[in-house]
């Protein structure tokens, strides 16, 4: 069973999201939606998904990122992004911190912004502390890409989408993505669209 996905407009991904107590993370209710999640995020597909996405307000988000997703990406774009595979991990009441000063800006979407896509500048480095699904808490230190999905999920469950920092001139549709910027560096993106020119 795959669950909707809410779009932008959807009252559910502008609010604080609740926190959970060990209880709640251990209840029955709380690991059928870990695993609607799962397999949601699988289906569409998408290497995040938080809870307000699904309509559900809690402080949860599910992330995996496959190698088969980075087939349309050439070894130089899989560099420069610092992408490779993280297995499927839940975060769960997750605290974030930027760590150090570098950033780097890609190309993200959205599932809940479906169909479109935007330049947003992230950090590289970042540190997580959270909960797994057993109420344990995890630390997490990660780089590159994984810290983009990480600031992205953890963004959505304050009520935050990447339109909220995105380079706004650089907003255009998946499918003009693919149609025309897709091979440019970002660099040359930036410049053809006015952006620092
Ligand atoms: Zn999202």
């Not at 630390?139 to 600031?151: N, S």
């Not at 992205?152 to 339109?163: K, N, R, S």
């Amino acid at each position: 069973m795959k669950l909707k996905i809410v779009q932008a407009g959807d009252p559910v991904l502008r609010q604080q999201s609740q926190s959970l107590s060990a209880d709640e993370i251990k209840s029955a209710s709380i690991r059928q939606l870990i695993d609607l999640m799962r397999e949601t995020m699988r289906d569409t597909p998408g290497v995040g998904l938080a809870a307000p996405q699904v309509g559900t307000p809690i402080q949860l988000a599910v992330i995996e990122d496959r190698l088969e997703y980075m087939k349309d990406l050439s070894a130089e774009q899989l560099r420069e992004r610092q992408r490779s595979p993280v297995d499927f991990h839940v975060i769960i009441n997750p605290t974030i911190s930027i760590l150090g000063e570098t950033s780097a800006e890609f190309f993200e979407g959205c599932l809940s912004i479906a169909g479109f896509a935007a330049l947003v500048r992230r950090g590289v480095n970042v540190r997580v502390d959270c909960l797994n699904e057993q109420a344990e808490p995890v630390t997490i230190e990660a780089q590159g890409w994984y810290a983009r999905i990480l600031q992205h999920e953890i963004d959505h469950l304050t009520g935050t989408l990447y339109v909220d920092r995105m380079e706004t001139r650089s907003f255009m549709t998946a499918e003009n993505l693919n149609r025309v910027w897709k091979s440019r560096t970002i660099r040359q993106v930036r410049s053809a669209l006015g952006i620092d020119v």
